[in-house]
């Protein structure tokens, strides 16, 4: 597994999370990095993403203004801290690296080539 998510777990809405990746057994600082959730029974979903220098950001609309997506190349670790939780950003968060340096939002299933293995977040109301 190329990346290891952390930082998950069970929060109160209102609560702040911060989800770190880390980069296991490669350097991914020439890379751009997704973060991604997943529903139930729905596919994985880009939520945000940064270039490999960190001077572009994406985020879907659902998240602007709550998640924040950083990276610590020298580490070679990427954040995402999200404030403000609701109920309904309950999901598994992964973490997704492109072999690109530049961030995507077409097709992201297909284009992030680097997986982690996912992290638990549950916001309860």
């Known amino acids: 597994v190329p990346l290891i998510e952390s930082g998950g777990g069970l929060v109160q809405a209102g609560d702040s999370l911060r989800l770190s990746c880390a980069a296991s057994g490669r350097t991914f600082s020439n890379n751009a990095m997704g973060w991604f959730r997943q529903f139930p029974g729905k596919d994985r979903e880009l939520i945000a993403a940064i270039s490999w220098n960190g001077d572009n950001t994406y985020y879907t609309d659902s998240v602007k203004g709550r998640f924040t997506i950083s990276r610590d190349n020298a580490k070679n670790m990427v954040f995402l801290q999200m404030i403000s939780l609701k109920p309904e950003d309950t999901a598994i968060y992964y973490c997704?690296?492109?072999?690109?340096?530049?961030?995507?939002?077409?097709?992201?299933?297909?284009?992030?080539?680097?997986w982690g293995q996912g992290t638990q977040v549950t916001v309860s109301s």
């Open positions: 997704a690296a492109r072999s690109d340096p530049a961030i995507t939002t077409r097709h992201p299933l297909y284009e992030y080539e680097y």
